[in-house]
């Protein structure tokens, strides 16, 4: 059970010797294993960054629509606005590319760390891979540095990581969004818990610092989503895209339009 909260789908890492009262670090001595494990930690950000920067929505929004996500609705590059400009096929083909991208940004930083025995950390590899996809897919170099809130991202390297926090995570998404029909104010809320919960059911490591910093990223990334909640301005969830819905407007104003003559 252990091994399934730390690790989900990452398993165990090797190291020499503890340090830090055995939590954070192990390392071997010598100025060349620091060198090597400094390279390490750049390759694994370089390569999750530049996956991460692989934008599923702006993508199938110029490819298959002509378009640009980014000028509708929230202005996000996100499975949410795709819901409401495209539909849910749309969203749903988003949603799992962008896990997607996440989760093999994972596993590159599991395939570097995973062999190597001085390891900086048994967390480092996942979560820093996961953590500069999660980056990438927030500010991509590939588009102008313009793109989504990263929920998606968030919670499939949550799901890689900790799969326990994620199905948690995802259980107070669902009961937030169902009572409030707000999908900003449950991921906000899903993933302020996340570092609350990995504190409680792993030890303590840099894992949990990262954890952290997603949080506040995440939370930052959605600062105008806070803007429209408190102003009551913010859309609610909806499972019809925006050319649907302004379809029924239509056909309402003709109704009206009717009855009026």
């Known amino acids: 059970m252990q091994e399934l909260l730390n690790f989900g789908l990452v398993g165990k890492f090797e190291w020499i010797e503890y340090k830090f009262e055995?939590?954070?670090?192990?390392?071997?001595?010598?100025?060349?294993?620091?060198?090597?494990?400094?390279?390490?930690?750049?390759?694994?950000?370089?390569?999750?960054?530049?996956?991460?920067?692989?934008?599923?929505?702006?993508?199938?929004?110029?490819?298959?629509?002509?378009?640009?996500?980014r000028k509708y609705g929230s202005g996000g590059a996100g499975a949410t606005n795709m819901l409401r400009t495209y539909g849910k096929g749309a969203a749903a083909v988003t949603f799992l590319l962008d896990g997607i991208?996440?989760?093999?940004?994972?596993?590159?930083?599991?395939?570097?760390?995973?062999?190597?025995?001085a390891s900086v950390s048994i967390f480092a590899g996942p979560y820093i891979g996961g953590l500069a996809s999660i980056a990438g897919h927030a500010f991509p170099v590939y588009y102008k540095f313009k793109g989504g809130k990263s929920v998606a991202a968030t919670?499939?390297?949550?799901?890689?990581?900790?799969?326990?926090?994620?199905?948690?995570?995802?259980?107070?998404?669902?009961?937030?969004?169902?009572?409030?029909?707000?999908?900003?104010?449950?991921s906000m809320m899903a993933v302020i818990v996340y570092p609350l919960m990995l504190n409680r059911l792993t030890v303590i490591g840099l894992h949990n610092l990262i954890a952290i910093i997603v949080m506040l990223?995440?939370?930052?990334?959605?600062?105008?989503?806070?803007?429209?909640?408190?102003?009551?301005?913010?859309?609610?969830?909806?499972?019809?895209?925006?050319?649907?819905?302004?379809?029924?407007?239509?056909?309402?104003?003709?109704?009206?339009?009717?009855?009026?003559?």
């Open 22 to 69: 055995g939590n954070v670090f192990a390392l071997r001595d010598g100025s060349g294993e620091m060198v090597s494990i400094m390279l390490m930690y750049l390759l694994v950000i370089i390569a999750g960054y530049l996956l991460g920067s692989l934008n599923a929505g702006i993508i199938i929004s110029k490819l298959a629509y002509r378009d640009d996500i």
């Open 101 to 117: 991208k996440t989760v093999i940004a994972v596993l590159i930083g599991v395939l570097i760390f995973g062999n190597h025995s």
């Open 217 to 261: 990223l995440v939370v930052f990334l959605h600062r105008e989503n806070i803007k429209r909640v408190w102003a009551g301005k913010e859309n609610k969830i909806s499972f019809k895209s925006k050319k649907k819905i302004e379809k029924t407007e239509d056909k309402q104003e003709d109704i009206m339009e009717e009855e009026e003559k």
């Open 155 to 186: 919670f499939f390297m949550v799901l890689c990581t900790a799969p326990l926090v994620a199905l948690i995570c995802l259980a107070i998404f669902i009961m937030v969004v169902s009572w409030t029909k707000y999908v900003s104010v449950g």
